[in-house]
């Protein structure tokens, strides 16, 4: 069974940062683009960030500058450092991996959640 994990959430106060990690495990992790996304109470799931495998980065225009994704395929794990926190960060985070070249193939992790609150 492919497997996603994701760590790091909790509770922070305004202009603060935390790390999420992802780990996957029974995927090819290096040929998939990994994603996170969050989806805040009464909101639409959104994307976060994204990096290819090739290390290729996109962020969603409210999180450049402040966010930022990398992965270690060493340890088949994404990481998404997050700086500047607002309340309206606060919400699920969800990792996400996607491979589409052939064949589509998405998996999805159960999620972190993060509160951004004083």
């Known amino acids: 069974q492919v497997?996603?994990?994701e760590s790091g959430g909790?509770?922070?106060q305004?202009?603060?940062?935390?790390?999420?990690?992802?780990?996957a495990s029974r995927i090819n992790f290096n040929i998939y683009t990994m994603g996170w996304y969050r989806q805040a109470p009464g909101s639409q799931?959104?994307?976060v960030a994204r990096i290819t495998a090739g290390g290729t980065t996109n962020y969603a225009d409210s999180m450049k500058g402040r966010f930022t994704i990398s992965r270690d395929n060493a340890k088949n794990?994404?990481?998404l450092q997050m700086n500047s926190?607002?309340?309206?960060d606060t919400a699920v985070y969800y990792c996400n991996a996607y491979y589409d070249y052939l064949?589509?193939?998405?998996?999805?992790?159960?999620?972190t959640l993060v509160?951004?609150?004083s």
């Open 77 to 79: 794990t994404v990481y």
């Open 3 to 5: 497997q996603l994990v």
């Open 10 to 12: 909790g509770l922070v």
């Open 45 to 47: 799931r959104e994307l």
């Open 85 to 88: 926190l607002k309340p309206e």
């Open 103 to 111: 064949i589509v193939r998405e998996y999805w992790g159960k999620g």
């Open 115 to 117: 509160t951004v609150s």
């Open 14 to 23: 305004p202009g603060g940062s935390l790390r999420l990690s992802c780990t």
